[in-house]
């Protein structure tokens, strides 16, 4: 059985930093790409960022890209999210999703998903 579990949310004030965790179990994670995905109050959910197998290579929105980090530990099964100088903007519902086929992030995807990790952001 696939699974994803996510921590490492919290809350934090405007300018700090989180690190979100992702461990996978149930498939062969350094053959999936990563990502990560997030949910803020209301239905809109929007990609973050990916992390892909082999490669390594990253890829970010526009809204995170110089201030989030995406890594992957191979040995560990885990997948990460650095975020730092956090904004309001950037609270929500954090989900790691795995997919074995990879690429810009779709609905489309064969993908698995955590039950997400919740980010707070205030002062």
């Known amino acids: 059985e696939v699974q994803l579990v996510e921590s490492g949310g919290g809350l934090v004030q405007p300018g700090g930093s989180l690190r979100l965790s992702c461990v996978g179990s149930?498939?062969?994670?350094?053959?999936?790409?990563m990502y990560w995905l997030r949910q803020a109050p209301g239905p809109q959910l929007e990609w973050v960022s990916s992390v892909a197998a082999g490669s390594g290579t990253t890829y970010y929105a526009d809204s995170v890209k110089g201030r989030f980090t995406i890594s992957r530990d191979n040995d560990k099964n885990t997948a990460y999210l650095q975020m730092n100088n956090l904004k309001a903007e950037d609270a929500g519902m954090y989900f790691c999703a795995a997919s074995p086929d990879g690429g810009d992030w779709s609905p489309q995807l064969k993908q698995y998903w955590g039950q997400g990790t919740r980010v707070t952001v205030s002062s």
């Open positions: 149930g498939f062969t994670f350094s053959r999936y790409w």
